[in-house]
């Protein structure tokens, strides 16, 4: 495939747009004026060659990585199908993290916070136990980015009303 022909400006935002994919900063970091950078960053990924190149670079660094769609959507299913009861002993004392599954580590838990109890004895501050809570982070956001990649029709981002409208009937208490 050839790489289309870009100025050294264009190709400067292909790499920088690749860093985060925000247009604006890739367009002020390639070296456009601040001013200016929204509208020109809009219109060269409107550029059929800065779109080609972008495409081209994006494809190259899924194969450098080996992180594509299947990759990304395994992980997915992956993270949606744990089983929380993975992180407790037989007794429900949660495991230390190290016994953790691994797909635990590495972005099911959202934070970890620890709280030590204490109790008074004889008018002294003694521990007592360690409250642990577990965040998790959101489940079902994954779930509606697999929707969203097997194209399952709940997770459409927008819905298309037919030409005629609708009609909402509402029902006010008091028949008002």
């Known amino acids: ?41 809009n219109e060269n990924l409107r550029k059929p ?10 494809a190259s660094r899924s194969e450098r990585t080996k992180v594509d769609a299947d990759w990304l959507l395994n992980r997915l ?10 992180l407790y002993n037989e ?5 230390p993290i190290h016994q953790w599954p691994e797909i635990w580590r590495k972005g099911l838990v959202a934070g970890i916070d620890v709280e030590q109890q204490y109790e008074y004895i004889d008018g002294e501050k003694e521990p007592c136990g360690v409250v642990v809570k577990v965040k998790l982070s959101d489940r079902v956001k994954r779930l ?7 194209d399952v029709q ?7 009303l037919p030409p005629e409208g609708v009609t909402v009937v509402v029902n006010r208490p008091g028949g008002n």
């Open 77 to 86: 299913a992956a993270e949606a199908d744990a089983d929380l009861a993975d």
């Open 91 to 95: 007794d429900g004392g949660l495991k």
């Open 154 to 160: 709940a997770f459409k981002d927008q819905i298309s």
């Open 49 to 58: 060659q800065i779109a080609e190149a972008i495409a081209q670079a994006k």
């Open 144 to 150: 509606e980015l697999i929707g969203k990649h097997i």
């Open 1 to 41: 495939m050839l790489t289309p022909k870009l100025t050294d400006k264009q190709q400067a935002f292909v790499e920088e747009y690749l860093r985060d994919l925000n247009a604006t900063q890739a367009a002020i970091r390639a070296g456009y004026s601040a001013k200016t950078a929204a509208s020109v960053g």
